[in-house]
C-alpha cells in the first residue's frame, strides 16, 4: 500500500500537499448510467444498495484541471484528487482553488464535490 501510495500521490516532504482532497460522490444509479453513456471511460463503481460511486479524480480531469496551478495553490499533476502548495499558498487560498474545482465539475457533470477532510473554521460551499 505505500509504494502504491508514493507512486500515485506526490511526496509531501517535496511539495507539500493536502492528500486527497475530494471524496467520490455516491449517486443514484439512473444518473450514473446517464452520466457513463455521456461520457465513455467514466468509472462507476456499483454498490449492493444500488447507489454508484463515481471517479472523483476522473471527474476532475474531464474538467482540465489535473495539474493546474493558481499562484502557489495547484492540483497535483501526478493526481487529481490532491490539493498541492508549490510554495506560499495559505489555506485559504488552497480552499478558494478546491471550491474552484467543485464548481467547474458541477458546472459540467452536475455533481458537487465534498471535500474529504473536515474544514475548520470556513464554509466549503
Sequence with gaps: MRRLRRRKLPAP?????????????????????????????????????GACKLSAAWLIEACGLKGIREGDAGVSAQHALVLVNHGDASGAELLGLARRVADSVEQRFGIRLEPEPRIVGASFS
Design 13 to 49: 516532504e517535496f511539495l507539500p500537499n493536502a492528500g486527497s482532497f475530494f471524496k467520490n460522490p455516491v449517486v443514484p444509479a439512473g444518473l450514473a448510467g446517464e452520466l457513463a453513456e455521456a461520457n465513455p471511460g467514466l468509472p462507476v463503481y456499483r454498490s449492493p444498495d
